[in-house]
């Protein structure tokens, strides 16, 4: 099956393979998805180019200015999952940075790994291996530098793996590691020829700029405004997930449109914020939702989840 030009797929399969040779109407379905790729490349490089200078033009502020900010927030990093696949894994959040508290043994009380100590592969697996899921970190994010930001919530230099050095121009970097592989994934219909894949590529370069501009996204998920438990209500033909919460007796009725397929079972506890269906959500209402916080955390493991599919590996930072 091929895609056409928009991204949906054509009805009618090729049979034939080129060594019998493709009847006409293959072949024309066939040449659509060839020209495709050779539109998007050069359409796309441009839009990726716009895009990193925007990013620049927004981040060029940011420089390690100071050693330490004396920072007491910072941020909480774990797996990042699409469905049960880790998209990124703790060990990978870890190494290169700083945490937030000392890393105490919990039976002796003896300090592990200092929080003054840049952690590396070693103190990543010490981490995981003692069985924790969740740990704090400290963040450029709450960075509390008066002026750009400081060696501490940064970590280690991306080049170097040392600690990063006071005047490095790391607003530049993030942004360049970000725009440059945006061509890449543009290139990526090129290399399928117009395959039909279940996500083409308005996951790639649109889906970031979607989520840098905060925009509303095309396929909108569900999300619950409350935490509360799962029940399912039928209304006139129409399916309802309702939300109740037991402690405040608040009770809120969302209605699924048709063809959505839903991500939480009946009697699932769930969290204020969780997704009821698939698709993306609009940080808009993760804001009002869950807090300034919760909207870092969604976008960093969004972006991950575009680059990381794509077979791109960015840092976090």
């Known amino acids: 099956l091929i895609a056409n030009?928009?991204?949906?797929?054509?009805?009618?399969?090729?049979?034939?393979?080129?060594?019998?040779?493709?009847?006409?109407?293959?072949?024309?379905?066939?040449?659509?998805?060839?020209?495709?790729?050779?539109?998007?490349?050069?359409?796309?490089?441009?839009?990726?180019?716009?895009?990193?200078?925007?990013?620049?033009?927004?981040?060029?502020?940011?420089?390690?200015?100071?050693?330490?900010?004396?920072?007491?927030e910072g941020l909480e990093v774990y797996d990042v999952k699409e469905g049960k696949e880790v998209i990124e894994s703790l060990h990978e959040r870890l190494i290169g940075r700083y945490l937030l508290e000392d890393f105490v043994d919990d039976k002796t009380g003896k300090v592990l790994i200092s929080k003054d100590k840049l952690l590396d592969d070693a103190d990543a697996s010490l981490i995981e291996n003692r069985g924790v899921k969740r740990i704090k970190i400290r963040s450029i994010l709450t960075c509390r530098a008066k002026h750009g930001i400081c060696k501490k919530c940064y970590g280690a230099d991306l080049a170097t793996r040392k600690p990063v050095k006071v005047g490095e121009a790391v607003g530049i970097i993030a942004a360049q590691s970000i725009g440059e592989p945006g061509t890449q994934l543009t290139m990526r219909t090129f290399h399928t020829g117009g395959v039909a894949s279940a996500e083409d590529i308005t996951q790639g370069l649109p889906r970031v700029e979607e989520l840098f501009e905060g925009r509303k996204p095309k396929h909108l998920a569900i999300i619950s405004e409350i935490s509360g438990k799962v029940s399912f209500d039928e209304v006139k033909k129409s399916h309802h997930v309702v939300v109740t919460n037991n402690k405040t007796g608040e009770s809120k009725s969302y209605l699924i449109p048709f063809g959505s397929r839903v991500t939480v079972s009946e009697g699932d506890e769930i969290k204020a914020g969780t997704r009821l269906t698939e698709g993306s959500v609009n940080p808009h209402d993760v804001l009002a939702i869950s807090g300034p916080e919760a909207v870092q955390d969604y976008l960093i493991e969004e972006v991950q989840k575009v680059y990381r599919m794509q077979g791109v590996d960015i840092n976090d930072k």
């Open 5 to 72: 030009t928009s991204g949906k797929t054509i009805e009618i399969p090729i049979r034939s393979n080129y060594r019998e040779g493709l009847n006409i109407l293959e072949y024309f379905i066939a040449s659509r998805g060839a020209r495709k790729g050779l539109a998007d490349t050069a359409l796309r490089t441009a839009d990726s180019g716009y895009l990193t200078r925007r990013l620049v033009d927004v981040s060029q502020d940011v420089i390690i200015r100071e050693d330490d900010c004396g920072a007491t």
